[in-house]
């Protein structure tokens, strides 16, 4: 079960942020993104499902083919062995973070495993009782991975997490694994100010007073815009999370060698990424 | 307190003895025992309320059982003018906002919020053992291992805020509870406030011995650097029993902690001085970050599977409905089907209240495979063990920092300037302000004054710049802040509209705004 068929197509890092160009961006991991094509669709015209900047962090269809250790420690320029449990994943950057996962099975038995598409359904883990459930953390890459259960011998996917069917028909369980938790703005949505009416916009003016003081000095945490972030060498695509508070706020880019156009830069949010945006505007 | 509107009620209250009847007769709390009596029947029905735990602000916190499972709750009665009169109304609804918000292993939960006529009752999880405040006074330093169980905790729950954009603002001893088990959780939301996109806070608040110097400066900040502060404060107070900034002066306190002085005793281990020196930095932007503490040797050792986790809150099955839990849930004479369809639409009606009690005295987090210690592989993989150090902490204080984290560090230390912010003036505040209103009136904007130097500007549907896929008005906003002697940044944000619109809009406005 669960044979990876699938192509990978790692998508170019992008370079310096170009007209209407977007960093994708909850972490590194958007900024080149692995796609995978669906196993079924195999001519080289349907490579690369996933555009560049794309709101999806992964393809949808995360199987994995196998790949060799020797393949993933070949692209290890320090030297350092691989970790213990990472087995692919190959055309990621290597100071990709693996992250601490918890996989759980909540509906009984009394010896439960579990195997997965992160070493292409070669190797069982066996799951821990902890309380009433049976849980295992697995360090994995960022990515998607589908796995599934054994429960007292037989295959079983856990009803209550999220599921899909691989091309065979099966049911497996599917979990993305990001490099950072987003952060969740849903909830404070509710926070949310009534919008003032428009007839309180009057244009009216600053009066002496305001004048007395002199203006705030400029927080120094605007000054973190992903725009200024040098590129890396060995990571040209990996970019920082940016703070929250440098969102929405116009940049300008500086430097004299364009000067019949306005160059001007943006990050915002999209759901769980971060999108920059730049306009080269002729003066 | 002079209650007028108590005086037309008998006084009889909720003080109860332990007989499983509701209330007996005690007259301690008049003003509050009134409004019971007149509006508090759902809280009567549910809860049997016995002794006082202790007095906040605003009133009492009382101990409650829970009378369809016996569960413990701890009950905090809000008296309606007192909140008012201290003006705190908002102080209040947001706690309450945010507590309900959230469910986090080590964040106290709130179960229900019954409101009467008089006061505001907040059903709120029971903690048995009292303040973190109270057990090191009692204990003194702690031992590092100790501590860091503590401190893990606390990271945890900070960590589970700031991800919810809240940042708490008020973290010390005395807000954080233990529980029977002491397990720490959060508590007292009261001054904590929402991070949004694009924006700062200013808002001076909490205890000052705890407060980063930037927050006593009456600095903008963007929000989590002052919690991390706070924390790098309460571990201090942990392992050293002793506050690190502390003088019954207040501007000599102050002094203290803008300067960043404080003692390192000899105890401590080389790890946690490190640590603590991290959280103690001055520079808001140099200090360590919940991330980077999250990989430092000192946190991440003997850290339980639970919290090495992204989400500790997932470990506790809230991501699906405890099929066991349910069924004590029915036992007990509710619907099957509807308490589902209510835990789903989180709507806090008495089944769900229910279903939460059962589950949260059950489930115990820090046992068995999840609450044992992770190997430290499993927290921090890239962590080279010396060789034959047999398990020593032989690696440097801190992992080889991935190529996004160098990049972030030396962005802070030199960041390459190539782009600014806004655009820069040498004219003066009053001169800009008149380039900025010019350029509104030429772009056809509609503003309002915000504050001195702020001003908010919207431009009407028609105008150009709406989003036309959807359908919001071009809303900015602009502020001007001093960069150094004599010189100006102009700053605008987006608050709503397109993107593309955004840009281009900007570059019409910054042309109009610039000195040349």
Redesign the interface.
């Known amino acids: 079960m669960g044979n990876a068929q699938g192509k990978y197509a790692p998508e170019g890092g992008e370079g310096p942020p170009q007209a209407g160009s977007s960093h994708g961006g909850s972490g590194p991991t958007v900024t080149a993104p692995i796609s995978i094509n669906p196993p079924q669709r195999t001519s080289p015209g349907a490579r690369g499902s996933s555009v560049p900047g794309s709101p999806l962090t992964y393809g949808p269809q995360p199987l994995m083919e196998p790949f060799a250790v020797t393949h993933a420690a070949s692209r290890n320029s320090s030297g350092q062995p691989p970790p213990q449990e990472f087995h692919g994943v190959a055309g990621w950057p290597q100071q990709g973070t693996l992250v601490p996962t918890v996989l759980i099975w909540s509906h009984g038995g009394d010896s439960v495993e579990v195997e997965g598409s992160w070493d292409n359904w070669t190797s069982r883990l066996t799951l821990l009782k902890s309380g009433k459930d049976f849980t295992v953390v697995k360090l994995l890459m960022p990515g998607v991975y589908q796995f599934k259960f054994i429960v007292d011998g037989t295959w079983k996917y856990a009803p209550d997490q999220s599921a899909i069917f691989d091309e065979m028909g099966n049911v497996n369980n599917v979990v993305e694994v990001q490099e950072y938790v987003p952060e969740n703005i849903e909830g404070i949505s509710s926070f949310d100010l009534p919008e003032s009416p428009q007839s309180s916009y009057l244009n009216d003016r600053m009066t002496s007073e305001d004048f007395v003081k002199d203006p705030p000095l400029m927080p120094q945490h605007l000054n973190l815009t992903l725009l200024n972030v040098p590129q890396f060498v060995e990571a040209p695509a990996t970019l920082p999370r940016p703070q929250h508070v440098i969102l929405n706020h116009i940049y300008e880019e500086t430097h004299k060698s364009n000067e019949n156009t306005h160059v001007l830069g943006m990050t915002y949010r999209y759901k769980s990424k971060y999108v920059t945006t730049v306009l080269y505007k002729s003066k | 307190m002079d209650d007028p509107s108590s005086k037309d009620n008998p006084r009889q209250a909720n003080q109860a003895s332990t007989s499983p009847n509701p209330p007996a007769n005690s007259a301690s709390m008049m003003d509050i025992s009134a409004g019971e009596l007149q509006h508090g029947d759902a809280l009567l029905l549910s809860y049997r309320i016995s002794r006082t735990l202790g007095f906040g602000s605003f009133g009492k916190v009382k101990i409650g059982e829970h009378v369809l499972t016996g569960h413990k709750v701890a009950i905090k009665v809000l008296n309606r003018k007192k909140v008012k009169s201290m003006d705190m109304e908002e102080k209040v609804r947001?706690e309450i906002?945010i507590l309900r918000?959230f469910r986090h292993p080590h964040i106290i939960k709130l179960y229900e919020v019954i409101e009467t006529k008089e006061d505001i009752y907040l059903v709120m999880e029971y903690v048995k053992s009292g303040e973190l405040f109270d057990y090191i006074v009692e204990k003194g330093r702690l031992v590092e291992d100790e501590a860091r169980r503590f401190f893990q905790q606390i990271i945890s729950g900070v960590e589970y805020c700031?991800?919810?954009?809240?940042v708490h603002r008020d973290l010390k001893p005395e807000n954080l509870l233990l529980d029977s088990r002491g397990n720490i959780k959060l508590a007292d939301f009261g001054l904590s406030n929402?991070?949004?996109?694009?924006?700062?806070l200013k808002t001076s608040c909490g205890s000052p011995n705890y407060a980063a110097p930037e927050v006593i400066s009456g600095?903008?900040?963007?929000?989590t650097e002052v919690d991390v502060w706070s924390c790098g404060v309460i571990l201090y107070a942990l392992l050293c029993g002793s506050l690190p900034f502390d003088d019954e002066n207040i501007p000599n306190l102050f002094r203290k902690i803008k300067n960043g002085l404080f003692n390192l005793p000899n105890h401590l281990s080389p790890h946690s001085r490190d640590l603590i020196s991290k959280m103690l930095i001055v520079d808001?932007?140099k200090r360590i970050t919940i991330?980077e503490i999250r990989q430092h040797l000192w946190f991440a050792y003997n850290l339980p599977?639970?919290l090495?986790?992204?989400?500790p809150e997932?470990?506790l099955?809230t991501?699906?409905?405890?099929e066991?839990v349910i069924k004590e849930v029915a036992r007990l004479g509710f619907d099957r089907d509807s308490v589902i369809e209510s835990l789903k639409w989180r709507i806090p009606d008495k089944a769900v209240v229910t279903y939460y009690l059962i589950l949260d005295n059950r489930?115990?987090p820090d046992?068995?495979?999840?609450?044992a210690p992770?190997d430290i592989?499993?927290?921090i993989?890239?962590m080279?063990m010396g060789t034959g150090g047999g398990g020593h902490w032989t690696g440097g204080l801190q992992r080889r920092p991935?190529?996004?984290?160098?990049?972030?560090m030396?962005?802070?230390i030199f960041?390459?300037?190539?782009?600014?912010?806004?655009?820069q003036s040498r004219k003066t505040?009053?001169k800009i302000?008149e380039s900025i209103?010019s350029a509104?009136v030429q772009t056809k904007a509609?503003?309002?004054?915000i504050g001195?130097?702020v001003l908010?500007?919207?431009y009407a549907m028609g105008s150009g710049f709406e989003n036309e896929i959807s359908g919001s008005a071009m809303k900015i906003e602009i502020?001007?802040?001093?960069?150094k002697e004599d010189y100006?940044?102009i700053?605008?944000?987006?608050?709503s509209g397109g993107?593309?619109q955004?840009?281009?809009l900007?570059?019409s406005l910054?042309?109009l705004c610039s000195d040349d």
């Open positions: 947001r906002k918000l700031h991800r919810n954009m809240v929402i991070m949004r996109d694009g924006h700062l600095k903008l900040y963007a929000g808001p932007l991330p599977r639970y090495a986790v992204g989400h997932t470990v099955s991501h699906s409905v405890d066991e489930q115990q046992v068995g495979y999840m609450g992770a592989n499993e927290i993989p890239s080279q991935s190529a996004a984290a160098a990049a972030l030396q962005q802070r960041a390459e300037r190539h782009w600014t912010l806004g655009t505040p009053a302000m209103y509104l509609s503003w309002k004054k001195p130097y908010k500007a919207t502020q001007v802040y001093k960069l100006w940044q700053d605008i944000q987006k608050l993107v593309l955004y840009l281009d900007c570059s910054l042309k």
